[in-house]
C-alpha cells in the first residue's frame, strides 16, 4: 500500500513514505507543499494546469502515480526564476500580459519550457505547443504574443545564459 | 476523484519480468504504459486494478527499426516519437500524421503505441492508420510462447481487444511498403486534440505509370471499431486516381462504412464527412506516392 520515494523537484530532494496511489501532482503540493502546480479538471488530464517538466519532458502531474517518479527529476514552477531574474518565458507573458487570473499559467509555463529550448518555432507550431493547457480567460491571443516575446528573448541569449535557463 | 487504494506496485525492468508479474497477479492486475487513458479510468473507478505493472522501466521496448523487410516499433514507443522519427517520417508518413494528431504535447510525451491499441477506442488515432498500414501485433505470452495477430483482428469492439490477462503486447510490426507507396490520415473533431468524429487514413501503392496498384482505406470514429471502406478501395484498384475518381470513392465510402449518432455528431453529419475526406485523404496518399 505504502512505499518510500524519493523525488528531486527543483534540484531538492523529497523523500516520503507514501500512498502508492498517490498522484505525482499531489506530492508535489502536499509533501513538497509546492503549491504552484494547480489542479484545474482533476479527472481526464484534459486542462493541463497541473503541467510539469518530468526528466526533460512536459507531462500532466495528475495522470502520473508519485511512484512512478521515484529517483525523477521534476521542475515546477517554482523552479524557472533565478534569484531576482524572471525566467525568459516568465518576462514574455510580464511584458505582454499573458495571463489574466493566472490559474493556468504555471502549467503553461512548464508545457512551453521543453518547446522553447528550440526557439525557431512558426504561429503554428507556438499554437500546437500551447494546445495542451486550456486558458478560460485570454482568448490565446496575449498568450501566443507572450511566447514569441519569449522566443525573441532565447534567440538572443549566448549559448552560455541558454544553458543556465534550460539547464533543470 | 482518486483512484481506489493500490496494493501493489511493481516497476519491472524486464519482459521476462512483467511475464512473471501477470501470471501471478494476472486477473487483479494492470499493465501501465503512458497512463493517458487508465489513469483517468481508475480516478473514475471504472477501472480499479489492485496491482499496478509499470513498464516504463522496462528497457529497449521503445526502439523503432526496420528488420526484415518489416517496421518494428516498441510497445512503449511514445506518440511524440513516433510523430518525430526519421524513419517514420520518410517511410511510414501516415503513422507521423496518427501520432501528431493524438491529444496533445503532453499527452504525446507519455502515450504509448501499444497503450493505444490495445484501449482500443473506436475514435482513437492509431488503429485506423496501423490497419491501413496492415499491421500486426506481437504478444508476449507469460508460458513463455509469442503469438502474432493483425490489427484488424486484435480489436474487438469498442475498448475490447483480444488481450489475455497473462500477455503483453511487445511490439507493432508493419510491413515495408513497396515502391511508390504513400498514406495519409486525416480526422475531424470538435476541438484540437479531442477524439475523432471521423478519420480517415489510406494507404496508396502506384505502378510507374501513376495507376493505383493497391489501395486501402480505413475509417475511424465510427462503432464498434475501425472500418475498412473496401469497397471504396476496389473502386481505385488499376485506375489512375482523378477527381471524378476520388470523388466517387468518397460516396462508395459514405455508403459502405455504417455510422451512429453519439454525443460528438449524427450518423448523417459523419457520413458527410466520411464522403468529402476520403477523397482529400487519398489525394494527398497518392501525392505521397508519387514523390
Wanted: with cysteine; aromatic share 4%.
Amino acid at each position: 500500500m505504502k512505499r518510500s520515494i524519493g523525488i528531486t523537484i527543483n534540484g531538492e530532494v523529497y523523500e516520503e513514505t507514501v500512498d502508492q496511489r498517490l498522484l505525482l501532482v499531489d506530492f508535489i503540493r502536499e509533501v513538497a507543499g509546492l503549491t504552484g502546480t494547480h489542479v484545474g479538471c482533476s479527472v481526464e488530464g484534459r486542462c493541463g494546469a497541473c503541467t510539469v517538466v518530468l526528466n526533460g519532458k512536459a507531462v500532466k502531474a495528475c495522470l502520473l502515480l508519485a511512484v512512478q517518479a521515484d529517483g525523477a527529476s521534476v521542475l515546477t514552477i517554482e523552479g524557472l526564476a533565478r534569484d531576482d531574474a524572471l525566467h525568459p518565458i516568465q518576462d514574455g507573458f510580464w511584458e505582454k500580459h499573458g495571463l489574466q487570473c493566472g490559474f493556468c499559467t504555471p502549467g503553461l509555463l512548464m508545457a512551453l519550457y521543453e518547446f522553447l529550448q528550440n526557439p525557431k518555432h512558426s504561429d503554428e507550431e507556438i499554437r500546437t505547443a500551447m494546445s495542451g493547457v486550456i486558458c478560460r480567460c485570454t482568448g490565446y491571443v496575449h498568450i501566443v504574443e507572450a511566447v514569441k516575446h519569449a522566443i525573441a528573448t532565447v534567440e538572443a541569449l549566448s549559448p552560455q545564459e541558454r544553458k543556465e535557463w534550460f539547464n533543470e | 476523484m482518486y483512484p481506489r487504494a493500490i496494493e501493489n506496485y511493481f516497476a519491472p525492468t524486464d519482459v521476462a519480468e512483467v511475464l512473471t508479474l501477470l501470471q501471478q497477479h494476472g486477473e487483479q492486475a494492470k499493465l501501465l504504459a503512458g497512463g493517458q487513458s487508465l489513469m483517468p479510468l481508475m480516478k473514475l473507478r471504472l477501472a480499479e486494478p489492485q496491482t499496478i505493472i509499470d513498464l516504463n522501466q522496462v528497457a529497449a521496448l521503445d526502439d523503432i527499426r526496420e528488420e526484415n523487410g518489416r517496421l518494428h516499433i516498441g510497445a512503449l514507443a511514445r506518440h511524440a516519437d513516433v510523430a518525430t522519427h526519421p524513419l517514420i517520417l520518410q517511410s511510414y508518413p501516415l503513422l507521423a500524421d496518427a501520432a501528431r494528431n493524438i491529444g496533445d504535447p503532453q499527452i504525446r510525451n507519455r502515450g504509448t503505441i501499444a497503450g493505444s491499441l490495445v484501449h482500443a477506442d473506436p475514435s482513437a488515432d492509431y488503429p485506423p492508420a496501423v490497419m491501413a498500414l496492415d499491421g500486426q501485433l506481437v504478444v508476449a505470452k507469460a508460458d513463455g510462447g509469442t503469438r502474432t495477430v493483425a490489427l484488424d483482428d486484435f480489436l474487438a469492439g469498442p475498448l475490447m481487444s483480444d488481450i489475455g490477462e497473462d500477455e503483453l503486447v511487445t511490439r507493432i510490426e508493419i510491413p515495408v511498403p513497396a515502391a511508390r507507396s504513400g498514406g495519409a490520415y486525416a480526422k475531424h473533431s470538435q476541438v484540437a486534440g479531442d477524439f475523432a468524429i471521423i478519420s480517415v487514413a489510406a494507404h496508396i501503392t502506384l505502378d510507374p505509370s501513376g495507376i493505383c496498384q493497391q489501395a486501402s482505406i480505413v475509417v475511424g470514429g465510427v462503432m464498434p471499431k475501425p472500418g475498412r471502406a473496401g469497397q471504396a478501395a476496389g473502386l481505385l484498384q488499376g485506375k489512375a486516381l482523378d477527381a471524378p475518381l476520388l470523388t466517387q470513392a468518397g460516396e462508395a465510402a459514405a455508403e459502405e462504412v455504417e455510422t451512429e449518432d453519439d454525443v460528438r455528431a449524427s450518423a448523417a453529419y459523419r457520413s458527410q464527412l466520411i464522403r468529402v475526406t476520403v477523397p482529400e485523404v487519398v489525394r494527398q496518399a497518392s501525392t505521397r506516392a508519387g514523390e
